[in-house]
């Protein structure tokens, strides 16, 4: 099968290894890809949005099969687009349509879509430019700390936790008034605090069917002990210690069940990855968010865990059949350590040699995974990105994974790399 991967991060670095190291997989391209992906692929020159392009490239070399690994070209349409071509729309395109892509595109659809369907989630309201006066009085009444969300896309930057009735109100002014977030903030969701430990579930679906991939917990702030700026993701852990079968249960029940058959119901096409953004509060799961791909770096911790051919879960998911697939997984744990150019997630620089790249423990141990690499005309690897590499240990143990983890790290260095040291302690400290 030849296939054609979207996208240029660490989560597409991770599909390609995992599509590679299928027998079902013949060629693989990676549209536009990274160093990374370049050592295992063909890299093309194509960006992800650029739809006539890419249906021109599929027609040429007569792709079997697109897997879109951003959210972006499934907020444009992208499967919408291939749908609407008579000679393209018999290729399976893992993502789902412009109206499911809604889940993550627009905050307020999404809070919409759980009322309806009865999913637990935090209370909330929208506001726009027109009632913001009703907005800054909703505000007085709301418990703090107040969320405020932006609506649109905002890069993972739209979500501010505010800790005082002012400083909320100070923001939805900067988000309405001042576009704050562009676009993205036109509409403003002011949502009700949970506060309990987050972790994410992955589901896999063909609209109909789905399989629960491994569950997975992030780590957000640039700083240890989670503080500082908010960011792309500095680390993930999978399994999650705390998620034990009776909440995973709980999540299924409540929240996957009622999510694929309201995507059902309301006749929304729905063929992917759904990540579902959830807070563990005093044991019952809630939705804090829905995105409509694979987190990243959460898929390079949830991926090695999946031990069953991944390109025949993708056609699955691609042509219907899901319900006829044998989801395997792996029993052991993975620490993914994400290392980032010296100031992320404000101002870094970026075409810094990269060093180190060749002293990899064996896979068994540890995985490279890039994100914002590129290679130099002289074939080095540089940083091309913020979040630069993302680098995943496997264990018995979560202790044994997070050691191979930062053995792996302490081998690559680059002119301001930094990351976090303290991935995971958290979930080793609940143990105890």
Known sequence: MDILLLGSGGREHAFAWK??????CTKLYVAPGNAGTAEIAENINLAVSDFEGIAQFVKEKNIDMVVVGPEEPLVKGIVDFFQSKGDL??????????QGAQLEGSKDFSKKFMEKHGIPTAGSQTFTKVNIEKGLEYIDYQETPIVLKADGLAAGKGVLICKTHEEAKDALKEMLLESKFGAASEKVVIEQFLSGIELSVFVATDGHHYRILPEA????RIGEQDTGLNTGGMGAISPVPFADQEFLNKVEKRIVIPTIKGLENEEITYTGFLFIGLMNVNGDPYVIEYNVRMGDPETQAVLPRIKSDFVDLLYAMGTQQLHSYPLEINDFFTSTVVMVAGGYPEDYRKGDIIFGLENLLPESKAKVFHAGT???????????????????GKGQKLEEALENAYAQVLKINWNGAYFRRDIGQDLLNLKK
Do not use: F, M, Q, W
């Not at 599509?19 to 079902?24: A, E, G, L, Y």
């Not at 729309?89 to 412009?98: D, F, Q, V």
């Not at 917990?217 to 957000?220: A, E, L």
């Open 19 to 24: 599509i590679v190291n299928s027998p079902k």
């Open 89 to 98: 729309k018999h290729i399976p395109i893992i993502g789902p349509s412009k």
């Open 217 to 220: 917990k992030d780590y957000k």
């Open 374 to 392: 590129k290679l130099s005309p002289s074939g080095e690897v540089l940083t091309n990105g913020g979040r630069v590499l993302a680098i995943t």
